[in-house]
């Protein structure tokens, strides 16, 4: 992607964009940016440069999502009575734009593991119908588009408990409508769509996405995560017969074979119903989150660019949010990032255009210890990080 550098005009102000991750564990992104703004504010003060620092929590579409887009948009999350992937009642979380046009939704809120991880895994069983509450939520609310972020999931369903929930109903070769789980697909044989809530249509879905398996087959939904939710070799190639059945039934339905889409074996085959039905977009996580937020013509007039996260190693740059960033920054931009550790060699980061990384440990420190100090470390570490331009001719 081609970017023209801003280049600020004689006496116009330095333009600072702070734009990072959570901290995992730590710090939420809207406090983490709300510390580097901190520290780069206070770098500039008497110097005699005027300074505009713009702030914008992000995410990589993953875990903190939902709260990153809460802390750009200024806005409260909401909840609604749902039920975690066993059927037991849960409140879950859920996010809507301050126009009321958008609205989040972290899947696993509802069907995530750690939700499930008190009892015995039961991957057969597992189901994503309590994303459905959320989803009717929004459209109550009158959302006319659906983030849905999809990682972290128990489920190996095909989505087909969310299609449930939405008034879809599975049924079998007698016309008797199916169990929840993954494990039921194999009797499945046909879909009554009559009774789909018809907003489900109409609403724009997008899911974040990071992974292009497929639905079925060796590197697919079950064999490849089904094991990670406690999928015995038995399990998994039951649920991936059951995920190929699906994948029969809606290519009748819809006319499109999910099993050649790439990503649909995302979150156990969440993506599959909803792109072959609803005409769902499965979309780079960090992507999704920058088109949401407007990140590409902020990052495009700033002067510096702050970014961080808990742990800058290599994953950082293969789709994470310090590798959006960069990529969205004019490619003269100075990018700095600031990380709780940095693992990432000095010759890696000149490759992949990345200006200096910093750790804000600040000596020999348990991991406790940091963690209570992250904030004041963070606003220490962009305070010295700004003051290496404090003096610099943009």
């Known amino acids: 992607m081609s970017h023209t550098r801003h280049t600020p005009h004689e006496g116009a102000p330095l333009r600072i964009a702070v734009v990072p991750d959570s901290f995992k564990g730590s710090a939420w992104a809207v406090d983490a940016a709300a510390a580097m703004e901190q520290g780069a504010r206070a770098a500039f003060a008497g110097s005699g440069t005027p300074v505009e620092v713009d702030a914008l929590p ?17 806005t409260d999350a909401r909840t609604a009575d749902t039920t975690d992937a066993l ?11 301050p126009d009321g046009r958008t609205g989040v939704i972290e899947a696993a809120e509802a069907n995530g593991l750690p939700l499930v991880s008190d009892v015995p895994p039961r991957p057969l069983e597992a189901t994503t119908r309590g994303i459905g509450p959320l989803a009717a939520a929004l459209l109550d609310a009158g959302a006319e588009e659906i983030l849905l972020c999809i990682g972290g999931s128990a489920t190996t369903d095909g989505g087909a408990g969310l299609l449930t929930a939405l008034g879809a109903r599975l049924l079998d070769a007698d016309g008797a409508e199916l169990p929840d789980g993954g494990g039921a697909l194999t009797a499945l044989e046909r879909l ?14 997008r899911i974040a996405c990071d992974v292009t398996n497929p639905l079925a087959g060796p590197k697919g939904a079950a064999a490849v995560f089904g094991p990670q939710k406690g999928a015995t070799p038995d399990d998994v190639r039951t649920l991936d017969a059951g995920l190929n059945r699906l994948a029969d039934v809606l290519a009748r339905a819809a006319g499109t074979d999910v099993r050649e889409i790439p990503g649909t074996g995302a979150a156990g085959g969440l993506p599959a119903p909803l792109v072959a039905l609803l005409g769902a977009e499965t979309v780079p996580g960090s992507r999704l989150v920058a088109d949401v937020l407007g990140a590409e013509p902020l990052l495009a007039r700033a002067d510096l660019v ?30 700095v990032v600031i990380a709780g ?5 000095p010759e890696r980061l000149r490759d992949a255009g990345i200006t200096a990384a910093f750790s804000i440990a600040r000596g020999p420190a348990s991991l406790e210890h940091l963690r209570e100090e992250v904030l004041p470390a ?17």
Not at 64 to 74: E, P
Not at 87 to 97: D, I, T
Not at 306 to 335: I, M
């Open 306 to 335: 702050l970014t961080g996260e808990g742990s800058f190693d290599g994953q950082s740059l293969s789709g994470k949010v310090v590798d959006a960033v960069r990529r969205l920054t004019p490619a003269n931009t100075p990018v």
């Open 58 to 74: 992000f995410a990589d579409g993953g875990e903190g999502t939902l709260d990153a887009l809460l802390g750009a948009w200024g």
């Open 87 to 97: 059927g037991r009642p849960v409140r879950a979380r859920y996010g809507l734009s």
């Open 378 to 394: 963070i606003t220490e570490t962009a305070l010295h990080c700004c003051r290496l331009f404090a003096r610099r001719t943009f």
């Open 341 to 345: 550790s940095v693992s990432v060699p």
């Open 192 to 205: 009554d769509l009559s009774g789909l809530d018809p907003r489900a249509r109409t609403v724009r879905w």
